[in-house]
């Protein structure tokens, strides 16, 4: 597909962090953004594999990462789902170092207490949402919503 300089300018795409254990809400949100014509960078959900360590090979893990930060490099917009685990962490990071917008979507308020907190989540360019995954697809549209200080 060739696209020419105004169409790439309107695409948006999105990449989504999280753990496996947010498997079901990391797809509901893939698909409602693909939905509304954002493109998704890399839908690591498909390596269900990486679940089972005996069935998965460091090269298939060295591959996993270099597609992932790949996907994170090209997004244009990171949403991270909380609660997430090492990898989430990390793509976090390089979603940061490169400037990338950034979504940190928690149920809770688990973001701003002290005990379960990261320092990196207060950062200015980290926007915070508290809420429903519905909450957080406003947000990234654009809308205004309602979240917790």
Same mark, same amino acid.
């Given at each position: 597909m060739t696209v020419d300089n105004q169409e790439a300018e309107s695409l948006k795409r999105f990449y989504v962090a999280s753990s496996f254990r947010n498997i079901v809400n990391v797809r509901y949100i893939?698909? &409602?953004l693909e939905n509304m014509g954002y493109v998704n960078?890399?839908?690591w959900?498909?390596?269900a594999s990486a679940l089972d360590g005996s069935s998965v090979t460091i090269g298939d893990l060295r591959s996993i990462g270099q597609q992932e930060r790949d996907a994170v490099i090209g997004a244009d917009l990171v949403v991270v789902l909380l609660p997430g685990g090492k990898g &989430?962490?990390?793509e976090l990071g390089i979603a940061i170092a490169q400037g990338r917008?950034?979504?940190l979507h928690s149920p809770a308020a688990v973001i701003d207490d002290p005990g379960t907190t990261s320092t990196?989540?207060?950062l200015p360019e980290v926007e915070k949402c508290h809420g429903t995954l519905?909450?957080?697809i406003t947000m990234i549209l654009g809308r205004e919503v309602t979240v917790a200080d």
């Open positions: 893939a698909q &409602t960078t890399y839908d959900t498909e390596n &989430t962490h990390v917008r950034i979504i990196f989540y207060h519905d909450d957080l």
